[in-house]
């Protein structure tokens, strides 16, 4: 179930709205990127990659675990590869000239799109953190609510 978090600076008006953990998307055949709904993920994802649902929810949720690894993850490590290559969580970040943008963390090349800057950070991140607009004030995180 995602959370939604206001990010808000103690000192001025900066505030950013993002939900966690990210928003999971598929690459489609065609090699765009294309979000899945809420919920349903794993219907949608099967439906893209032209895979079983069971196969899609046994890669995406046990190919980190040593228990799946241990007895018998092997048997889908086809599908998780095929999933680890053509799904991923799509992060609201923020450069440093405060550009807003959603990219994968862990995949893309962390440059902002619109100035090209280097100094990216996702959202989830700022808490505690100087405000990227004032440096005077610090970040806080304020529950939004949830979608279930």
């Not at 808000?8 to 489609?28: H, K, L, M, R, W």
């Not at 294309?34 to 949608?44: A, L, M, R, W």
Request: glycine share 8%; net charge positive.
């Amino acid at each position: 179930m995602p959370f939604y978090f206001k990010n808000q600076c103690t000192q001025c008006s900066f505030s950013i709205t993002c939900g966690e953990p990210g928003v999971t998307y598929v690459i489609s055949d065609s090699g765009d990127r294309v979000v899945c709904p809420h919920v349903g993920e794993n219907s949608f994802i099967a439906q893209s990659l032209h895979i079983s649902e069971k196969q899609a929810w046994n890669a995406r949720y046990y190919a980190t675990s040593w228990w799946w690894r241990l007895f018998g993850g092997w048997r889908h490590s086809k599908v998780a590869k095929l999933i680890a290559t053509r799904t991923g969580k799509l992060s609201h970040c923020v450069c440093s000239d405060m550009h807003e943008f959603k990219l994968d963390y862990e995949k893309d090349r962390r440059i902002c799109p619109v100035c090209s800057g280097r100094e990216i950070k996702r959202v989830v991140d700022l808490e505690g953190e100087a405000c990227p607009c004032c440096r005077k004030g610090h970040i806080e995180k304020i529950f939004s609510g949830s979608i279930t």
